[in-house]
């Protein structure tokens, strides 16, 4: 399996596109021993074919099945761009891993990125990183790309009197699920928390924090602190900015006046609140479930499965439509996932025989899911 080294990682690089990133690295694995200097030109002619864009900032130039005898020895090389890379159709890639593979090694290390990079947070924590070290975090799983929030760090109706208690059950919550220390809980309760309207109050700390991490407590009764109504606490445990989305999630709470979505909803209710949406054969296969929603279930005969290529041609197809699509992996009885995030898709571990059941609803759901029948029966993109 391919690996990941300090050795092969190439910090602050600059491109202005893509084709002379693809050079770069072509050239890198080259001097590494890698590959005949030939083989630039099968990575890009990969890259015409289709992009190898994965999302996320992410791409894996690599070359074509026809420039495989160029390979020495299968490797690979890591560039990072903290300023970003135009790779075309609007996509900006922070970090290119070139790959030189005798046969399909390049499948495992895909494999090793999608259960990491599907995240959200991937992108600016690779924008940010300075180091090889950090890369390698980042990849291997060792960074936090998430705020820590779910059902346990979330007490509904709690009969407290006033903004201390509220302090202490808030800060509780988060070390209970030892994300932070009996420090955190101490700083917390000695500060003063932040109105942000209609009795929803903030509070934050990085003091003793081991994990970033969001708890939601709120009031069975209102009560005033200095004047204004207290009806419910949100705690934060910061360790890292993997809490961007719940603070962009309560920004638009507060500028839409929507404070009471947080404060009157039932555990569930503030659960769905916060949680983050995706951007994201033949039509005797698709069911209506109901007026706008369709789903149709289709096998992958690809050679290899759902590795880059064809991937993107099926995220391709489905770009094409306006309606929401989910697909899982009924073989390895997955979670849906969108159907138009490539990392998200390749993260299935699709092989071929696998079953792929599609969801879409939408004004144009039946058309889509026909659209992308046809492109599997097809081949997507392979023979």
């Known amino acids: 399996m391919l690996q990941l080294s300090k050795n092969v990682i190439s910090l602050n690089n600059v491109h202005n596109d893509a084709s002379s990133a693809i050079q770069s690295l072509a050239a890198d694995l080259s001097k590494k021993g890698y590959v005949d200097e030939k083989y630039v030109e099968g990575m890009l002619a990969r890259e015409s074919q289709n992009t190898t864009f994965l999302g996320n ?39 290119a891993i070139g790959i030189a593979a005798k046969s399909d090694e390049h499948l495992d290390i895909l ?11 991937v992108e600016s924590a690779l924008k940010s990183a300075n180091t090889a070290e950090q890369i390698i975090d980042i990849i291997n799983g060792n960074t936090q790309l998430a705020c820590e929030f779910d059902a346990s760090l979330i007490q509904t109706d709690f009969p407290a009197k006033d903004l201390l208690q509220l302090s202490a059950v808030g800060s509780a919550l988060i070390k209970n699920a030892t994300f932070a220390g009996n420090q955190f809980v101490a700083d917390i309760v000695s500060k003063t928390p932040t109105h942000l309207g209609k009795g929803l109050w903030m509070i934050t700390s990085d003091v003793g924090v081991t994990k970033t991490a969001m708890s939601i407590v709120t009031t069975s009764h209102a009560f005033s602190y200095k004047d204004q109504p207290v009806a419910g606490l949100i705690t934060f445990a910061v360790n890292s900015f993997s809490h961007k989305s719940q603070l962009d999630t309560i920004q638009q709470i507060i500028v839409n006046q929507q404070q009471q979505k947080v404060l009157a909803s039932s555990q569930s209710g503030v659960l769905a609140l916060f949680a983050k949406d995706e951007d994201g054969s033949s039509s005797d296969n698709i069911s209506n479930e109901n007026e706008d929603e369709c789903v149709a279930t289709y096998t992958i005969k690809n050679a290899h499965g759902l590795h880059a290529r064809p991937g993107a041609m099926l995220v391709a197809e489905a770009k094409k439509f306006t309606s929401n699509i989910k697909v899982e992996n009924l073989d390895l009885q997955s979670a849906a996932v969108n159907a138009k995030s490539l990392m998200k898709v390749i993260a299935l571990g699709v092989k071929r025989g696998h079953r792929l059941k599609f969801t879409a609803q939408g004004e144009d759901a039946s058309q889509a899911l026909e659209s992308i029948g046809a492109a599997i029966d097809s081949g997507l993109g392979e023979q």
């Open 111 to 121: 494999r090793q990125l999608t259960k990491v990079l599907s995240q959200d947070g």
């Open 57 to 95: 900032g992410i791409a894996i130039p690599h070359g074509t099945t026809d420039t495989r005898s160029l390979v020495k020895q299968t490797g690979l090389v890591v560039h990072h761009y903290p300023k970003g890379v135009n790779w075309g159709n609007g996509n900006v890639t922070y970090l």
